[in-house]
């Protein structure tokens, strides 16, 4: 653990770009956490007198159409934005990795079984199926979640399988075995384990890409109703006036939806340098 | 196995010094390294891994990795000095008048393109000939270096043939346009014992009947033992000594040199009397004393980290870096 | 027997891709299933009879059990009949089919000028590193990765239209003064080619040349940076050595050498980039305005008019195994080790 960290704070001195991205990520936490307290404004506070104000003192970053502060609007959304983001890809890491780290152990029918299933998934333009699923199943937040969470468990399923599959026959995995252990004690306590390194690369990798799918999916109308904040929904409401003008309704969730992957991105990168710094581009 | 009398050698290498810029600093991989051919002559080229023979080669023909510097010295074929000339020009004697075979003959190839079809792109770039008999030529090629069924071969790719037969596909892109030197580094490692005689004798008497000089690049002394002329021993990117063969091995004066012969082995010898060299191949990363065998010789003597390095002629033809040569 | 090995592979590959269309139907079939609400209720009205809604029930082959209806369900795809779409009253096979060339058209463009930057961007990078273009694609790269593509359409419209005046309003494919031209392929670039109106393309492209950006920005960073790292590791390969030591010229060993193995994995990573772009087709649209099948799908599932979203989908994932195939088919062409079986 102490050699962990030691190792850690080496990585993040030889790459201050990983410790940006690191000292971000604390911020977003932050905001997730205590946001609703410290916004300024009541994120569902309207005001008809104060509509489609540019950035002033009274309001950092403007109002909306319907006199909402922009700022404290942004900063509540940061919750529900990383919620959806995490909780979709937990769940793809969860049952995808399973599936896979099953799949690539026990081989024979399983293997097929999962194959068929991730060759379905991926036949489709994965947005596409995240919208139908989601206009499938219903309007809401949950199936946001949920669809996200379908279209990413082929890599999660894909790469356990691999890894798995390499440390099927290694060395490690007799001794256990001969130890006494059945193969589900193998493969839960032995195998997959070894194969989480990698694998957190591709989930912090994947967290970015599940904001922007969720952002994308609220943009065009499906999963987040308004008035709740969140990002995508944000942008999509002040798309209209971004043509006449009005740039500050949409730019400044925007720009948050950009840190926010720009951040994990990096994590994913430096977190590669970390495990495997051969594969360092 | 006769040398001819010429004077004038075919290539003379003189003072090449070669740097490489790593992450971890300098790597100084080859320092004033020396040493000729002449024409129709077989040179061997023999170190461990890591002292610098194929650095060598590759310097001479101006293919280095980007990362590598020629910080000084002269490669002299057919006068003109490779190193001081243009890319274009290097260009036009790559192929041509020198060629050089590589190891792991499988992956040396294009994997994509026919073997055919690569042979007639050196024939193409170096032969005026026109598209018919740049065909037929490629076809003769194949046949010379002993494949059976050239026309089949020649639609081959690369991943259907054996190793092999890579390696005189590479034979045969090399000795396309009859060059006066060609370059075989390792060309047997990954092949095997006898694939790896037929390859040798291949490339002896396709020599043989060209007057081709060869260098053969190999850490195998005894190979070089029963094909070349002479012998030139490297360690840690220098020249330690170069000698005719038999004298070489006769009275060899250099103490690395002694050494790797004893630890050869040969028929009627047993493993207990084959004797390893101690120590490793140095770090060529820092300072560097200026005989780089220093570390592992049993002859060392506080003289020896005086700088220059001597490089001493013995007899004819045999030189020796070292300060107390046997 | 057919003795070429090309196609061979096609076929091999045609038959690899029907299991994948069959999981699109069923997939489909299911989803089509899982919507929220009683369609039969729906279409009966808010003011019908319990009876009306059992007949509309019986009609619409309902009440049959699961496998039944999915007979029926292959039955109308067979026929072409993907059903009508409330909102327009048309069949939705017909709908599709009418604004499919505008999204196809648009695509392509993304495409086309993804690739001729992203390419030469990325080949670049590889043969001058650490110069000021391989920096700048090592930006672009990780810059393009992270930006949500509706963002980068607004601001583009925002900058280019709104600040500058360059570009027209994004209003859709041509502004309120033109009219389309005589429809041949329903592409408007390629019609106003062949209908020899010069102006009519000029309008056209203007009007294309935004949402065609904002894709291309899109599909441009995972295209360059794997260019880049395919060129490198390819110029770093024991052939090329070879190819070199042999004194072929620098374009031979550029293009026939390296460039070709290259490509291999960016072909393979196109399969992946057409995901991407054919979901993103539905953004640009929205914000565009652009009249494709994307937008079609949007206004439908807004008006919670269920068959045209259905018909979309399975459009859309047709269109992608198509395009997969096509890629099998272009990579077996380029690198014979997968096409002739050892």
């Given at each position: 653990m102490i050699a962990l960290l030691?190792?850690?704070?080496?990585?993040?001195?030889?790459?201050?770009?990983?410790?940006?991205?690191?000292a971000l990520l604390l911020v977003l936490l932050f905001f997730a956490l205590f946001g609703v307290w410290i916004a300024p404004y009541d994120p569902l506070a309207t005001d008809a007198a104060q509509t489609l104000q540019p950035p002033s003192r009274a309001h950092w970053f403007g109002t909306d159409q319907v006199g909402r502060d922009v700022l404290s609007r942004m900063i509540v959304a940061t919750r529900l934005d990383l919620v959806i983001a995490v909780s979709a890809v937990a769940l793809s890491f969860v049952l995808g990795s399973a599936a896979g780290a099953c799949a690539g152990f026990f081989g024979g029918w399983t293997e097929r079984l999962v194959s068929r299933l991730t060759d379905t998934i991926m036949a489709f333009p994965l947005f596409v199926?995240?919208?139908?699923?989601?206009?499938a199943l219903g309007n809401t937040v949950a199936n946001i979640v949920y669809a996200t969470a379908i279209i990413n468990l082929p890599f999660y399923a894909r790469m356990a399988r691999a890894e798995t599959n390499v440390r099927r026959d290694a060395g490690f995995v007799e001794a256990a075995r001969l130890a006494g252990n059945g193969p589900g004690r193998v493969l839960a306590f032995h195998v997959f384990p070894n194969c989480l390194p990698p694998m957190m690369v591709q989930v912090s990798l994947n967290l970015g890409w599940a904001i922007l799918n969720a952002a994308a999916l609220s943009f065009i109308g499906l999963g987040v109703r308004p008035p709740t904040p969140e990002w995508g929904i944000m942008v999509a409401d002040g798309a209209a006036f971004m043509v006449s003008g009005e740039w500050w309704v949409s730019l400044f969730p925007g720009l948050a939806l950009m840190l926010a992957v720009f951040c994990f991105n990096l994590l994913g990168d430096g977190l590669r340098d970390l495990i495997d710094p051969r594969r360092r581009t | 196995?006769?040398?001819?009398?010429?004077?004038?050698?075919?290539?003379?290498?003189?003072?090449?010094?070669?740097?490489?810029?790593?992450?971890?600093?300098?790597?100084?991989?080859?320092?004033?390294?020396?040493?000729?051919?002449?024409?129709?002559?077989?040179?061997?080229?023999?170190?461990?891994?890591?002292?610098?023979?194929?650095?060598?080669?590759?310097?001479i023909l101006g293919i280095l990795h980007p990362a590598a510097r020629i910080t000084s010295g002269r490669a002299v074929f057919g006068g003109l000095d490779l190193i001081a000339a243009s890319e274009t020009q290097r260009e036009e004697y790559r192929g041509r008048e020198l060629s050089m075979i590589f190891q792991n003959p499988r992956t040396a190839l294009n994997p994509i393109r026919t073997v055919g079809r690569q042979i007639e792109d050196v024939l193409v770039r170096h032969a005026n000939l026109g598209r018919a008999r740049v065909r037929a030529r490629a076809l003769e090629l194949l046949a010379q270096v002993q494949i059976a069924d050239p026309a089949r071969a020649w639609g081959a790719y690369p991943f259907e043939l054996s190793g092999g037969m890579?390696?005189?596909?590479?034979?045969?892109?090399?000795?396309?346009c009859s060059p006066a030197l060609l370059i075989a580094d390792e060309p047997t490692t990954g092949l095997d014992v006898t694939t790896q005689a037929a390859i040798l004798e291949l490339i002896e008497d396709l020599a043989r009947r060209s007057q081709m000089a060869t260098v053969l690049i190999t850490h195998d002394l005894a190979l070089v033992g029963e094909r070349c002329d002479r012998i030139v021993v490297m360690h840690a990117g220098h020249v330690v000594e170069t000698a005719p063969t038999l004298e070489l091995f006769r009275a060899p004066r250099h103490p690395y040199t002694a050494r790797l012969i004893a630890s050869t082995p040969r028929a009627g010898a047993r493993l207990a009397d084959l004797a390893p060299i101690p120590g490793g191949v140095p770090d060529l990363r820092g300072v560097l004393p200026p005989c780089r065998y220093r570390l592992r010789c049993e002859r060392a003597a506080p003289a020896c980290d005086e700088p220059p390095l001597p490089r001493q002629q013995i007899a004819r033809g045999h030189l020796v870096a070292c300060r107390f040569p046997s | 027997m057919v003795r070429s090995p090309l196609l061979r592979m096609i076929g091999r590959r045609l038959l690899a891709a029907a299991p994948g269309l069959i999981g699109v139907v069923v997939v489909t079939f299911l989803l089509n299933r899982a919507l929220p609400g009683d369609p039969a209720?729906?279409?009966?009205?808010?003011?019908?009879?319990?009876?009306?809604?059992?007949?509309?029930?019986?009609?619409?082959?309902?009440?049959r059990s699961l496998p039944e209806q999915f007979a029926l369900y292959v039955r109308d795809l067979a026929r072409g009949d993907l059903g009508h779409s409330l909102t327009t009253g048309q069949p939705v096979t017909a709908d599709l089919l009418a604004r499919l060339p505008a999204s196809l058209e648009l695509t392509l463009c993304g495409l086309v000028l993804a690739v001729s930057v992203a390419?030469?961007?990325?080949?670049?990078?590889?043969?001058?590193?650490?110069?000021?273009i391989d920096h700048l694609?090592?930006?672009?790269?990780?810059?393009?990765v992270s930006l949500p593509i509706f963002f980068t359409g607004l601001v583009l419209v925002y900058v280019f239209y709104y600040l500058l005046g360059w570009a027209p309003a994004p209003l859709g494919r041509l502004d309120a003064f033109s009219t389309p031209p005589r429809p041949v392929t329903r592409m408007f670039l390629i019609d106003s080619v062949l209908a020899g109106d010069g102006a009519l393309f000029w309008a056209t492209a203007r009007q294309m040349i935004l949402p065609a950006v904002t894709l291309a920005l899109f599909a441009?960073?995972?295209?360059?940076?794997?260019?880049?790292?395919?060129?490198?590791?390819?110029?770093?390969?024991?052939?090329?050595?070879?190819?070199?030591?042999?004194?072929?010229?620098?374009?031979?060993?550029m293009v026939t050498y390296a460039l070709r193995n290259a490509l291999l994995p960016v072909i393979t990573l196109l399969g992946m980039v057409f995901s991407f772009l054919l979901g993103a087709n539905v953004v640009v649209e929205k914000v565009f305005a652009w009249p494709g099948i994307g937008s079609y799908a949007l206004e439908a599932l807004i008006a919670s008019d269920y068959a045209p979203v259905q018909g979309f989908v399975l459009a859309m994932a047709s269109l992608y195994v198509l395009l997969n195939l096509l890629i099998d088919v272009l990579y077996g062409v380029i690198d014979a080790r997968v096409r002739i079986e050892t």
């Open positions: 030691r190792h850690g704070r080496y990585v993040v001195g030889e790459n201050p770009v990983t410790g940006a991205a690191f199926l995240a919208m139908a699923i989601v206009a | 196995m006769t040398v001819p009398a010429a004077a004038v050698p075919l290539l003379s290498v003189e003072d090449l010094s070669v740097e490489f810029q790593t992450r971890d600093g300098v790597v100084r991989a080859l320092e004033d390294v020396a040493f000729t051919v002449a024409r129709g002559e077989t040179v061997g080229l023999v170190g461990e891994s890591g002292s610098g023979k194929s650095v060598s080669a590759l310097a890579c390696q005189r596909v590479m034979i045969a892109l090399a000795v396309a | 209720a729906f279409f009966a009205g808010p003011a019908a009879t319990q009876q009306a809604i059992a007949e509309i029930r019986t009609k619409l082959g309902l009440d390419l030469p961007l990325g080949i670049l990078a590889a043969t001058r590193p650490g110069s000021w694609a090592r930006l672009l790269t990780t810059a393009g441009m960073a995972p295209i360059a940076r794997m260019t880049r790292a395919a060129m490198l590791g390819v110029l770093a390969s024991d052939f090329v050595r070879t190819a070199r030591a042999a004194g072929l010229s620098r374009h031979t060993v």
